[in-house]
C-alpha cells in the first residue's frame, strides 16, 4: 500500500525543486607518513555553486564524455554510467588542476612532457588519443553518490569517485574555476573547518567524517573495488537549528521529520527543541514537548494533538503533571472561534509517569467537555510510580474518529486506530493516523536510541512481536512515518521498525554469547560483555534491558 500524508493536510504549498544535472567529482588520494591526504582546491568566489568553498576536483558530465568510452579501460563489472563518470572525473582533473590520469600503451602513467602536450582548454579525450594515450577509468571507484539538497536553486546529480594521486605529478590551478590547491588529511580538513579557516560545504564534510575511518589509499579503494555500488547514497535535507541552516543525511535523527513537513524540501521547518509553543507537523497534528529532558526523555515527553479546528483534537501522551505544559496543550487546542480546550479525548500510550500522569489534570482544564481519558490500565506488574487507571479501555483496532466540515462545507476526517504492543510496558499501545500514514508509537519506538525493556512489567518477547504487528500494520495501512514520544519524526517507517527489530536480535545473540562465556555469572558481570559497544555510564540501564533479554532466551533454551 502506497503511503503518503495528504496533500491537504500538508503546511505549504509544494514547490517543485530544481532538476538535477549529471555530474563528476574525484578524490584524488595520496599516502604520507602521517597517513592519507586528499587534494581539494578553493572554488572562485565568484562561482554560481559553493563559492569560495574548498571541494574536491570535479564538473557537469559532458556529452563527449558518455562517447569517449573507446578510450578508457573498464573494469568488466563497471557500468556504462560509472564509466562515463570516471572519464568525465579524470577530464575535469585535467582541465581543472593539470592532472593526468592516462596511461601510455605500455602500461606507463602519464608524465610532465606528456602534461604540458596538452591544451588544458581544448578537448581532452581526442588530444589524449592522438598522443597514444588512454583513460584508466578501472583505477577510478565509486566512493558515493550524493544529490543535491531540493531547497538550492542549482542542483547536481554527482558520484564522489576516488583514485590514486599519480606519482610525480603536481596541481597546478586553473586560476578560473578552481584556485590554491592543498592537500590536507580528512581530520586536519576538518579541524580546519570547525575552526573557520576551511569553508566546505555539507556533502565535503560528510565525505571527509567517513575517509577518517580508513587507515590508507589501499584501504579507501579495496573498499570500493568490492562493490561496483557507492558506499553511501544522500540526497540530505534541511532545517534551521539555532538560527542557522542545518543539512541531514538520511540516517540522522531530524531527516524523517524534514521529509514528513516539507516534502518537497523547502528550507522552512526549525529543528531547535523548546517547550513553549506548539510545533506544527501538519494542518492536523501539533507536538508540545515537555519540560522533561533527561537520560531517559531526551528532549522530553511529545504530546501530540491531533485534529484541527473544525474536528477538535485528540491529545496524546499528555505527559507529566506539569501545569504550564498541559496549560499550553489546552491552549493550543482552539476551534474556528479561537476558544481552547476543544479537546474529544486524552488518550496515554502507557502508564509510565512521563506519560500518564498530567491526564487528568488536562480533563479537568476542559471544563464540562470532560474529554475520556483513554489507554490501557496498568498491570500488577507496574511499579508504583506508573500507576493508571483509564475512564475506559481501549480494545485492539479500535477506531477513534474526529470529523468535521471545513469552512467550504468539505467533510474531513481524521482516524485513529488502536494497536496493543506489550513489551516496554505491558499496558502500552500505539496509534495509527490512518489517512496520513503515520504511527504514534510512544515508548515502544523512539529516534535516537532503543527503549527500555524492564522486567516484570516489561517483557522482550512482547515487544519483538509487537515489533512484527507494527510492520505488518505499516502494510496494512501503508504507514510511512513514526511519531516518537521522544525523538524527532522517523521517516521510512517499515524500515525502521525492521531495523530496530535486527538491533535487537543483534543484541540478544551479543547476550547469548556473553552467557556461553561465563556461565551462572551476574547480570551485572554480563553487562560488560553484552553491551561493550555502550557507554559505561548507560550500563545500569542496560542491565535492565539485559534481565529482559535473559529472561526471554532461557525460556526458549537459546543459551544451553
Excluded at 537520560?295 to 483534537?313: C, E, F
Excluded at 479561537?338 to 488536562?362: N, R, Y
Aim: charged content about 20%; some cysteine; glycine content about 6%.
Amino acid at each position: 500500500m502506497t503511503a503518503m500524508v495528504r496533500p491537504t493536510q500538508l503546511l505549504y504549498p509544494h514547490r517543485e525543486p530544481v532538476r538535477t544535472r549529471p555530474a563528476a567529482t574525484v578524490l584524488l588520494l595520496r599516502d604520507t607518513p602521517g597517513g592519507f591526504e586528499v587534494l581539494m582546491t578553493r572554488r572562485a568566489m565568484t562561482a554560481s555553486f559553493a563559492p569560495g568553498a574548498y571541494v574536491f576536483p570535479g564538473g557537469v558530465v559532458d556529452a563527449a564524455d558518455a562517447t569517449s568510452h573507446a578510450q578508457a579501460r573498464r573494469r568488466p563489472t563497471q557500468s556504462d554510467e560509472h564509466l562515463t563518470q570516471a572519464i568525465a572525473a579524470i577530464r575535469e582533473s585535467f582541465e581543472e588542476l593539470g592532472i593526468l590520469l592516462a596511461r601510455h600503451t605500455d602500461g606507463r602513467m602519464a608524465d610532465d612532457s606528456d602534461i604540458a602536450a596538452l591544451d588544458r582548454k581544448a578537448p581532452f579525450v581526442a588530444q589524449c588519443a592522438a598522443r597514444g594515450l588512454t583513460l584508466p577509468a578501472d583505477e577510478v571507484f565509486v566512493l558515493a553518490h550524493w544529490t543535491t539538497d531540493r531547497d538550492l536553486p542549482r542542483r547536481f546529480e554527482v558520484p564522489f569517485l576516488v583514485a590514486r594521486m599519480p606519482a610525480g605529478q603536481s596541481p597546478v590551478a586553473d586560476e578560473a574555476e578552481q584556485f590554491e590547491p592543498v592537500w590536507v588529511s580528512p581530520a586536519n580538513a576538518l579541524a580546519k573547518h570547525h575552526a573557520g579557516r576551511f569553508e566546505m560545504i555539507f556533502p565535503t564534510i560528510r565525505t571527509l567524517e567517513r575517509l577518517q575511518a580508513f587507515p590508507d589509499v589501499d584501504a579507501v579503494l579495496q573498499a570500493c573495488a568490492a562493490t561496483e555500488q557507492p558506499l553511501w547514497t544522500s540526497s540530505p535535507r534541511a532545517g534551521f537549528l539555532n538560527g542557522k541552516e542545518s543539512r541531514h543525511m538520511e540516517h540522522e535523527p531530524p531527516f524523517g521529520e524534514l521529509l514528513m513537513v516539507c516534502p518537497d524540501g523547502q528550507l522552512t521547518h526549525v529543528l531547535d527543541w523548546q517547550h513553549a509553543r506548539p510545533v506544527p507537523l501538519l494542518k492536523n497534528l501539533q507536538r508540545l514537548t515537555a519540560p522533561n529532558a533527561g537520560m531517559m526523555t531526551g528532549p522530553g515527553t511529545n504530546s501530540y494533538l491531533v485534529g484541527d479546528p473544525d474536528t477538535g483534537y485528540i491529545a496524546i501522551d499528555p505527559g507529566p503533571n506539569d501545569p504550564d505544559h498541559l496549560q499550553r496543550l489546552w491552549q493550543a487546542a482552539t476551534n474556528r472561534a479561537g476558544e481552547p480546550g476543544q479537546i474529544h479525548a486524552i488518550v496515554c500510550t502507557h502508564s509510565h509517569p512521563d506519560h500518564s500522569p498530567g491526564a487528568k489534570p488536562l480533563q479537568a482544564l476542559c471544563g464540562t467537555t470532560q474529554p475520556s481519558v483513554l489507554g490501557l490500565p496498568s498491570a500488577p506488574t507496574a511499579r508504583p510510580a506508573s500507576h493508571f487507571v483509564p475512564d475506559r479501555p481501549l480494545d485492539d483496532d479500535e477506531e477513534l474518529v474526529l470529523t468535521g466540515r471545513e469552512l467550504d462545507g468539505t467533510l474531513i476526517t481524521h482516524t485513529l486506530r488502536v494497536i496493543h504492543t506489550p513489551g516496554h510496558a505491558a499496558n502500552h499501545l500505539c496509534l495509527v493516523l490512518e489517512e496520513d500514514g503515520l504511527l504514534f508509537s510512544g515508548d515502544h519506538i523512539l529516534n535516537g536510541s532503543t527503549t527500555v525493556i524492564d522486567p516484570p512489567d516489561g517483557d522482550m518477547t512482547a515487544y519483538l512481536d509487537a515489533l512484527d504487528a507494527l510492520s505488518a500494520a505499516c502494510d496494512e495501512h501503508g504507514i510511512a512515518f513514526i511519531a516518537p514520544a521522544h525523538g524527532y519524526v522517523i521517516g521510512s517507517a517499515p524500515q525502521a521498525i525492521a531495523h530496530l527489530k535486527a538491533h535487537r536480535l543483534k543484541r540478544e545473540a551479543k547476550v547469548v554469547a556473553a552467557m556461553k562465556a561465563k556461565p551462572g555469572a551476574s547480570d551485572a558481570e554480563l553487562v560488560p560483555l553484552a553491551y561493550d559497544d555502550t557507554p559505561q555510564a548507560l550500563w545500569p540501564l542496560a542491565q535492565r534491558s539485559l534481565l529482559a533479554h535473559r529472561q526471554r532466551i532461557e525460556a526458549l533454551g537459546l543459551a544451553a
